[in-house]
Nanobody, 125 residues
């Protein structure tokens, strides 16, 4: 059974930092692209970042480039978030893609078969 479990969310002031973690179990983590998405109240789920199955390629939505970094260490994926802004407030989800070793990581939520339960990030003074 594939499971993704996020942690690390919380309340932080603007300009602060958080590191989210996602532990993947039940599948060979380094065979699948893994992404972070977020969803704010009243908004659709939004792509944030993805790391390719081999760890050699990453992609970010423009609004977080230079501030967020996606990485992995064995079966744990991280999203380091710096210089946080109030507009980063959302529930953050990690997701594992359906297709094994897809060459080009995708930003489309429908391509991701497995999702975590989400972790709340609130940026407020």
């Amino acid at each position: 059974q594939v499971q993704l479990v996020e942690s690390g969310g919380g309340l932080v002031q603007p300009g602060g930092s958080l590191r989210l973690s996602c532990v993947v179990s039940g599948r060979t983590f380094n065979n699948y692209n893994t992404a972070w998405f977020r969803q704010a109240p009243g908004n659709e789920r939004e792509f944030v970042a993805v790391i390719k199955w081999n760890g050699l390629t990453t992609d970010y939505v423009d609004s977080v480039k230079g501030r967020f970094t996606i990485s992995r260490d064995k079966n744990t994926f991280y999203l380091q978030m710096n210089s946080l802004k109030p507009e980063d407030t959302a529930v953050y989800y990690c997701a594992s893609e359906s297709t094994r070793q897809r060459n080009k990581p995708t930003r489309e939520p429908d391509a991701y078969a497995y999702w975590g339960q989400g972790t709340q990030v609130t940026v407020s003074s």
